[in-house]
């Protein structure tokens, strides 16, 4: 695709559901993250993928986080038992390479857990 | 890992002045990149810039990356301009992940 898109742009969610946030990145992008911003801060790394290889996680607030990356395009982040403090903006990135080159950010999930 | 660290927090402008971002990293880099974040969320790629300079238009940005420094500069700003201006680094060692600041928000009145 041209950019990178993500879906949906807004979510409510109950505490407690789970939730599901996509990740469609530039077509031939090998290089995938996904970053969390709250309100007022700069984008906070969660998680980083070359092709499906999940490579780094260490950002992963903890183990109700979930993302994979199966066949090495879209990636779905998974939320388990969502709670208040999960509330923020959800971005994906990607980039051409596996190193480190330009990064391309989708507009993001604004995630409100209620 | 890598701190990074971006000033001033807030800056407000007169349409058509100049203006000058400073970031401060605190490790060697290997990735550095500057974004503006307009008012609807959008993340949009300035510059990679890991060292050296370059121009696009109204905005430049310069890293010194021995002195673990970049700066952006924006020049007859307008209203546009407008938004948080991040800076974002990637430390030599480990994965090409990128911290970023906390970012300058920018207003530039007419």
């Known amino acids: 695709g041209a950019g990178v898109s993500q879906s949906p742009r807004y979510k409510v969610a109950k505490r407690g559901q789970d939730v599901a946030l996509r990740c469609d990145p530039i077509?031939?992008?090998?290089?995938l993250f996904w970053y969390q911003q709250a309100l007022g801060q700069g984008p906070e790394f969660l998680t980083y993928f070359q092709n499906e290889a999940q490579l780094d996680k260490s950002g992963l607030p903890s183990d109700r986080f979930f993302a994979e990356r199966p066949e090495g395009s879209v990636s779905t982040l998974k939320i388990q038992r969502t709670q208040q403090e999960d509330s923020a903006v959800y971005l994906c990135a990607s980039s051409l390479g596996g190193g480190n080159e330009k990064l391309f950010f989708g507009s993001g999930t604004q995630l409100s857990v209620l | 890992g890598i701190q990074v660290e971006q000033s001033p927090p807030d800056l407000i402008l007169q349409e058509g002045a100049n203006s000058t971002l400073r970031c401060n990293f605190s490790d060697s880099v290997n990735n550095l990149q500057w974004f503006h974040q307009n008012p609807w969320g959008q993340l949009i790629n300035l510059f990679y810039?890991?060292?050296g300079t370059k121009q696009n238009g109204r905005l430049s940005a310069t890293t010194v990356a021995t002195e673990r420094y970049s700066l952006l500069y924006i020049s007859s700003s307008q209203t546009t301009d407008s938004g948080v201006y991040f800076c974002?680094?990637?430390?030599?060692?480990?994965?090409?992940?990128?911290?970023f600041g906390k970012g300058t928000m920018l207003l530039v009145s007419p």
């Open positions: 077509s031939g992008h090998v290089s």
């Open positions: 974002a680094a990637g430390a030599v060692r480990g994965y090409s992940t990128l911290t």
């Open positions: 810039i890991p060292s």
